[in-house]
């Protein structure tokens, strides 16, 4: 079945308020959204705490902007309190939990950076109240806009020195830098906080994973304003929301990869060889040559790898270790992909197993393991390509399948 995909593309970085105002910006045809989350700040039961949703142009781009008001001194909360307000609030069971589960994280990920107890931090301005708000508010719309799967594209955490509570510190935060780790980061392109700590929160706290904007339908699009003005382009947070593809029947998946090619004119076939072997070794998901004419009419290959995102380094590392390459390139590739498995079955009495294939239900193909059947060919005498007919065969009848002779 078809899933609904949230991808952020933060090109000018990410905060709470940002994601936010996007998120209402690609729903602004539905009244509900912003009635949501209207009700959802009113239901965290702090008087005196409003929230602005206001239209706008930055840098000629149509957006929308968010601004959280609170009348007179916010107080400073622990958790205990951050904790306290999120269990009372009105909003469904589900928020309540992603919510608390984020202030707690970000308490943890703040007493680490400062060396003290959980207990003992004071939230300063990433526990402010539009922080609450941001927090409680991007469950609150993730959940009505019924987001099954959360991307982001890479980060750029801006440059500079930015002022918090403890004094001036280089960005990213300390706390920025640690919630965004094991993300891709970026510096730049401008000399200012880009991301911010509760950016940063919400999306790990979403799930999100790192990659391409996926192959998907697109349905809505958003635009949400920060608060800083930008030297060198609007400060918006974009987000796509779609759904994946077209219904997934039985067998039917797909997944985004990434393909690595490298040209390899001057190496010979063993040491070629020995690189694919080691590619294979490592995890990659498939690796091939094939042969190319390059500059003065010199025989070479084309080495391709197929690694999972993530695994492009250890390739890499590889290819450049093995072959003397001077340059690999790299690309995202989509792929549906069928649903695998490997059955045994016996051809007299040797054991072989056959890896099938199935595609929205229907069994496409049926391969003898060459080993097995090699070994079946050499104790039984049959010659390999009868022991191999008989494997599939035999496979497709454990599975149901007329056999080869009876479609005819």
Known sequence: MEKTILYIDPWSGISGDML??????????????????????VGLGVEGVTVDVLRDVEWGVDCTRLRVHEKGTAPLRHLVDMERIIGAASVSESVKAAAI?????????????????????????????????DVVGAFTLIEALHVDEVVVGTIPVGGGMVEIAHGRMGVPAPATARLLQGYEITGGPEQREL??????????????????????????????????KLEHGPNVLRVLIGTAGEPAGEGLAADEVVELQTNLDDVSPEIVGHAVRLLRGAGALDVWTIPASMKKDRPAVVLHALVRPGEEAAAATILFA????????????????????????????A??????????????????????????STSTGRPLKDVMFLAAEAARRLQGEPDEAEKV
Do not use: N
């Open 101 to 133: 589960e984020a202030v707690r994280r970000l308490a943890v990920v703040e007493a680490q950076v400062h060396g003290c107890a959980v207990e003992d931090i004071h939230f300063h301005e990433v526990g402010a109240m539009d922080t609450l708000v």
């Open 351 to 376: 054991e072989i197993r056959v890896k099938c294939g199935r595609w929205q239900g229907r069994l496409v193909s049926v391969a003898p393991e060459y080993e097995d059947a090699a070994a079946a």
């Open 20 to 41: 936010l105002a996007a998120l209402l910006d690609a729903g602004r045809a539905e009244d509900h959204l912003d009635s949501r989350l209207r009700a959802a700040v």
């Open 322 to 349: 093995e072959t003397g390459t001077l340059g690999i390139r790299s690309r995202p590739v989509h792929r549906d992909v069928a649903e695998r498995g490997t059955i045994t079955v016996k051809v007299e009495d």
């Open 195 to 228: 991301t911010t700590p509760t950016g940063a929160l919400l999306l790990s706290q979403l799930g999100a994973r790192q990659g391409v904007l996926p192959r998907m339908r697109v349905e809505k699009i958003g635009y949400g304003a920060g608060s800083m």
